[in-house]
């Protein structure tokens, strides 16, 4: 039989070593020894002796947290020995190296996997009040690699000038850069007539660090200002 489908860019690609790599521009090979996380529902095929469990949020802190802010990732353990391939309604996937001490704010819906040695929580994006359905992100930290996706292909912003982006087109930051909020509209004649540039605000950085845009954005999350300031009330306690 033959096709340019069996050409060699779409045969598996093997490794001598254990981890993650791409096995395309949209899809992760997870090549497995143990253990690994992954987004729920993000298995298209696999080889080899691998058991899937939901972990849900990853813990009762994180479920409620996760139910309260909308924020979270629905999280299965991969373990096992084998391959696993992952993808996300064809985005595109990145894999992001993660040193000790580097801790990087990630949108929830942009993560794929991730080593079973990092370890994540959701956290208020500090100086975004409720101004912003994108309040809360996922903060990873630990020795390892993640797996990102992006609807189509980003641009990494390195932050040494004043930036600012659309909250829905931001996938990742630099946990250490100061966020906050920035009106970009200002309240005018057309304003009031129902006229609208479609960008009422966007998010600034500050500080030493890197954004990761995207050229699409996110569904806004659903829900009025009087139901965030609920759940931000609630949230006083577990995000301290």
Not at 125 to 145: D, E, I, K, P, Q
Not at 156 to 166: E, G, M, Q, S
Not at 230 to 240: A, K, S, T, V, Y
């Amino acid at each position: 039989m033959r096709s340019a489908l069996f050409s060699a860019e779409n045969l598996e690609k093997e490794s001598q070593q254990p981890g993650m790599r791409l096995q395309n521009s949209k899809m992760l090979k997870i090549e497995l020894n143990g253990e690994a996380m992954a987004r729920v529902g993000s298995m298209v095929a696999y080889q080899g002796q691998v058991q899937f469990q939901a972990l849900g949020s990853g813990g009762i802190g994180k479920f409620i947290k996760q139910r309260l802010t909308g924020e979270g990732v629905p999280l299965m353990k991969l373990s096992g020995r084998g391959d696993v391939f992952l993808a996300d309604l064809a985005k595109d996937v990145h894999i992001i190296d993660l040193e000790p001490g580097d801790a990087l704010s990630i949108n929830g819906s942009s993560v794929l996997a991730f080593d079973s040695t990092l370890t994540y929580d959701i956290k208020m994006v500090s100086g975004m009040g409720f101004a912003a359905s994108g309040l809360f992100n996922c903060v990873f930290t630990g020795h390892g690699r993640i797996a990102v996706t992006t609807k189509g292909t980003p641009v990494v912003l390195n932050v040494d000038a004043p930036t600012y982006v659309d909250p829905q087109a931001a996938v990742c930051w630099s946990a250490n850069l100061q966020t906050g909020y920035h009106r970009a509209e200002q309240l005018g004649l057309g304003t009031l007539l129902g006229r609208s540039t479609g960008e009422a605000f966007t998010m600034s950085f500050a500080g030493q660090g890197f954004v990761v845009v995207q050229p699409s954005e996110e569904a806004p999350v659903q829900g009025s200002g009087a139901q965030q300031q609920q759940q931000g009330g609630l949230l006083g306690g577990l995000l301290q």
